[in-house]
C-alpha cells in the first residue's frame, strides 16, 4: 500500500513562529490543536514529515543540539498523543548561501520523498508562507495555506493556482482524515 504522505512546515504551522526566531526549546511553543492534529493523522495512517527553514542555525541563534531538542519536543508530544512524526528535514543555510535545500527551493521535498520512495504529485505540503507554496509548486504537490503563523499576509498576496485554504492544521487534519476515510469506506 502506498505511503499516505503529508509533509508540513514546521514554524508558523506546527509552533508559533517568531521574527527573532525560535532560538530555545522554551520559545517552542505549539499552535493550539497542532500537536493533536498531527497524533490524529499518524493514528489513521498518515506519514507526517516536516521540512523546515532554520537559517538561525546559519545566523548563529542557536546550535544544532538545540534544534534537535526542538523536534525531541515535538516528537515527544505528539507521541503522549499516541501518534508519531516522520522524517523532519531542515535547512541549516542562510538566505544567501544559495543552496538547493532552502525554500522556495524544493530540496527538502525531495529528500522526504526520496527516504519514503514516493512521487510528490498531489502530496499536500502544508505551509504558512510564499516560499512554502513556490516549493510545493515546484514539485508537483498540493501546496496548502494555514492562516497561522504568516498566513494571513500570505494569502494577501499571489498564490501558487489550486492552493487550498484552511484555518489551521487541525482543520486540515480533519479534512485528510475524513476524506481518507471516505475512500476507504
Known amino acids: 500500500m502506498p505511503v499516505k504522505l503529508l509533509i508540513l512546515d514546521r514554524d508558523g504551522v ?3 513562529d517568531s521574527d ?3 532560538k530555545s526549546v522554551e520559545e517552542w511553543v505549539p499552535i493550539p490543536g497542532s500537536v493533536e492534529a498531527i497524533a490524529q493523522l499518524s493514528k489513521a495512517g498518515w506519514t507526517v514529515a516536516v521540512a523546515t527553514n532554520q537559517s538561525g542555525i546559519a545566523r548563529g541563534y542557536y546550535d544544532l543540539a538545540t534544534l534537535n531538542a526542538m523536534h525531541a519536543r515535538l516528537r515527544e508530544l505528539v507521541a503522549q498523543n499516541g501518534g508519531e512524526v516522520g522524517l ?3 535547512c541549516p543555510h542562510g538566505p544567501d548561501a544559495g ?5 522556495p527551493k524544493p530540496g527538502m521535498l525531495k529528500t522526504i520523498a526520496r527516504h519514503y520512495a514516493v512521487d510528490l504529485a498531489g502530496v499536500w505540503f502544508v505551509g504558512d508562507s510564499k516560499g512554502d507554496l513556490d516549493a510545493a509548486a515546484a514539485v508537483d504537490s498540493q501546496p496548502v495555506l494555514v492562516m497561522t503563523g504568516k498566513g494571513q499576509k500570505t494569502r494577501s498576496g499571489p498564490l501558487p493556482a489550486g492552493t487550498l485554504i484552511f484555518e489551521d492544521l487541525a482543520a486540515v487534519a480533519a479534512e485528510l482524515i475524513h476524506n481518507s476515510e471516505l475512500l476507504e469506506g
Open 88 to 90: 523532519v528535514v531542515y
Open 99 to 103: 543552496c538547493d535545500c532552502r525554500k
Open 20 to 22: 527573532a526566531y525560535i
Open 14 to 16: 506546527i509552533n508559533q
